[in-house]
């Protein structure tokens, strides 16, 4: 199982792992990742026992799981308010680099790096950042071995152009707001499903749909501290309908496990 499934099952088990015992989480995990067996199923709570993500226990006779503070953690971390949250001290992070023609292969694969790292591609081979860029250089470095290409600092202030036109300029606003206004209009035929779902596998596929359509909403977004946001900005509308529907989903999952 892919990495960003394990992020789903756990943004969602999240939301009543404490409700759920043995063989309804095997039946909803099973449901989740596609699988007709079990043997995924006792894998993926085998490796997320083994991350320390989840723990067992017992309620009388019952074996109960609970997400445990690191699981928790994890959560958190991908939770887009985390980011929004975020101080900002008014500098601007700037990186540039001059790969050789020569070397357009290498040039590619730091362009590549950075984009994956959502970094502001404000023009040519200009990047900025709100925050510290040294870790992520640090980190492209040790991946691709290009420490002499780099050249980085950080400004206050920005001639001819100010903060909200950087952010304009540095990230693809139009194509953010695409995805995240196709997550909104998914959304409610997903809770819709939840609402009349008749069995754990069912709300299990609905909470996978639901999780793929809730990541691309976010994949392009740099989630930047709250105060550079721009206009129009539908970030915390996808999230508070994210949230909605983990409500929903924990809800009915509930009331269809008995």
Known sequence: MKSQDIEGVLDA???MLDKLSRPTLGNWLGGYAGYDGRDSARRLVARLQQEELIVRGRHGRELKFTVTDKG?????AGN????????WDGNWHALTFDVPEVRRKDRLAVWKALRARKIGFLQRSLWV???DLRAVVKEIIRVEGVPECFFGFTTRQVWLCNDAEIVASSWDWEEIKRRQEAYLRQSDGGLKVVATAGSVEKLAEAARLEWGAYRAAFALD???????LPDGY?????LARHKEFGEALATRTAHVAG
């Not at 928790?72 to 958190?76: D, Y």
Request: charged letters at 25%; aromatic letters at 12%.
């Open 234 to 238: 539908a970030g915390p509308k996808v």
């Open 13 to 15: 088990l999240g939301w």
């Open 72 to 76: 928790w953690s994890r959560i958190e």
């Open 222 to 228: 740099p989630l930047l501290p709250r105060r550079l």
């Open 129 to 131: 950042w709100p925050h």
């Open 80 to 87: 887009p308010e985390h980011c929004w949250r975020q101080p």
